[in-house]
């Protein structure tokens, strides 16, 4: 069965610092992924997915990620964070096409110091 | 358009007691997907819905159920409250075109269940 790792609970960086959440996935083929976002009190919010083709996926917000296969990550990053990035992210990866039924990873939580 | 719609947004229950979670989906969008937040254990699936038809189940007791109605809203029902259901209850919708490739979901707020 596929997973999802977040290794990082909770991270903490300065307004204007570079940032990168790190997710590992396990998974046997070329896997869908996602990066989500969760505000205080909100649902879950789409920020990318990658699916195939180019391994650098651009998402909304300013936010990136760069799918490897040789280290079955898919890190999100973003090059100047700001104060309403504060959140908690999640990396979630579903078992094929046809399947809604998404793992997530346990999240990482982003603090941003003003 | 519409985003996904889920009410109530917060319930508070006690033990014992059944709850009923209703989700209106993004229109034209047929398949409906819940999922339970907790701080414990995250997010973890719970079933999803297509054309009124269970497609998928997490691992989840039988106290956990839900249906969906010809219109794509979604309800799902918890009986015997337990104080571990506390959590947010999340609805996701998706527009599945052919069950062959994977659409993106949409979240909802999500429903805030405390169990006393």
């Known amino acids: 069965a596929q997973s999802v790792t977040q290794p990082d609970i909770h991270i903490t960086v300065s307004e204007g610092a570079s940032l990168e959440l790190r997710c590992n996935y396990s998974y046997g083929a070329t896997p869908y992924l996602f990066w989500y976002v969760q505000s205080p009190g909100q649902g879950l919010q789409l920020l990318l997915k990658y699916f195939s083709g180019d391994t650098l996926v651009q998402g909304i917000k300013g936010f990136e990620a760069e799918f490897k296969r040789s280290q079955s990550s898919f890190n999100l990053r973003k090059p100047s964070v700001h104060w309403s990035d504060a959140a908690e992210y999640f990396c979630a990866v579903p078992p094929g096409a046809g399947s809604y039924q998404l793992t997530f990873g346990k999240g990482t939580k982003l603090s941003v110091i003003p | 358009k519409a985003g996904v719609t889920q009410t109530p947004r917060y319930l508070i229950k006690t033990r014992g007691q059944q709850v009923t979670l209703s989700c209106s989906p993004i229109s034209g969008h047929r398949s409906v997907s819940w999922y339970q937040q907790t701080p414990g254990q995250g997010l973890q699936f719970l079933f999803e819905?297509?054309?009124?038809?269970?497609?998928n189940k997490g691992n989840f007791p039988g106290r956990f159920s839900g249906r969906q109605f010809s219109n794509s809203r979604s309800e799902m029902n918890v009986s015997t409250l337990e104080l571990g259901d506390s959590a947010l209850y999340l609805c996701?919708?998706?527009?599945?075109?052919?069950?062959?490739?994977?659409?993106?979901?949409?979240f909802g707020p999500g429903t805030r269940l405390t169990v006393l």
């Open positions: 819905y297509f054309s009124e038809t269970q497609r």
């Open positions: 996701a919708s998706s527009h599945d075109n052919s069950g062959n490739s994977y659409n993106e979901q949409f």
